[in-house]
């Protein structure tokens, strides 16, 4: 069974500092991992897929990577703004196109 | 393009009563899944539709819970009689295809507090 965990479970930074956060899984047999962004009692919003055949996907500040065969992936944030500031879930997506989530990093960007 | 909707937003109801959740996917989704969060773990799935059958059921909890598409397009999700346990958010979400190259679209949520 499929488990992932994001490390840390909550962090806080400056405006400006570039950060990473951390998700790794156990089952490399993965047909793509998402990162999602949740706001306080908003829903979920995707922010970057990466295939299982790709290694990163960017999309305007945000960097992912994903590494199989070490069972990671890593979300990094260029020069964060207080709007930043969110939970982040990364997913797995097993064989059965269900996905795995991990419990999330609590972001919090300090003007 | 609308995106997945659901309803209500929050509800509380009184433990022993029944609740019905509704999802309405993106129009010619034919993927459905349901999840759930409750306090302090991570998001779990529940199950997954292909347009009117159920693909797969593994993460519904128990026989209290009874989902339904009628019809391929919205779908319900009913708990029978609820329990403390059962109090999270739940949530929806549609894809048009599955496989590597497609994630999936979340809803808001539905935030159920059993008391």
């Known amino acids: 069974k499929q488990e992932v965990t994001q490390i840390p479970a909550a962090l806080s930074v400056p405006e400006g500092e570039n950060l990473v956060l951390n998700c790794s899984f156990t089952d490399s047999a993965i047909y793509n991992l998402q990162w999602f962004r949740q706001d306080p009692g908003k829903g979920l919003t995707s922010l970057l897929l990466i295939q299982s055949s790709q290694r990163e996907q960017t999309s305007g500040r945000l960097n992912a990577s994903l590494d199989k065969s070490s069972g990671r992936s890593t979300l990094y944030i260029a020069a964060s703004q207080p709007g930043d500031s969110a939970t982040y879930l990364c997913a797995a997506a097993g064989p059965g196109n269900q996905f795995y989530f991990g419990t999330g990093t609590s972001l919090t960007v300090i003007p | 393009e609308a995106g997945v909707t659901q309803f209500p937003s929050h509800s509380v109801i009184e433990k022993g009563q029944t609740v019905t959740l509704r999802c309405d996917p993106i129009?010619?989704?034919?993927?459905l899944y349901w999840y759930r969060r409750v306090m302090g773990k991570e998001i779990k799935f529940l199950l997954h539709f292909v347009k009117e059958s159920k693909q797969d059921e593994s993460g519904m909890p128990n026989n209290r819970f009874l989902a339904e598409r009628t019809g391929g397009t919205y779908s319900t999700l009913k708990v029978q009689p609820a329990e403390l346990e059962d109090s999270g958010v739940y949530f929806c979400?549609?894809?048009?295809?599955?496989?590597?190259?497609?994630?999936?679209?979340f809803g808001s949520g539905t935030r159920l507090t059993v008391v």
């Open positions: 979400a549609s894809s048009q295809f599955v496989g590597g190259g497609y994630g999936y679209t």
């Open positions: 129009s010619g989704h034919d993927n």
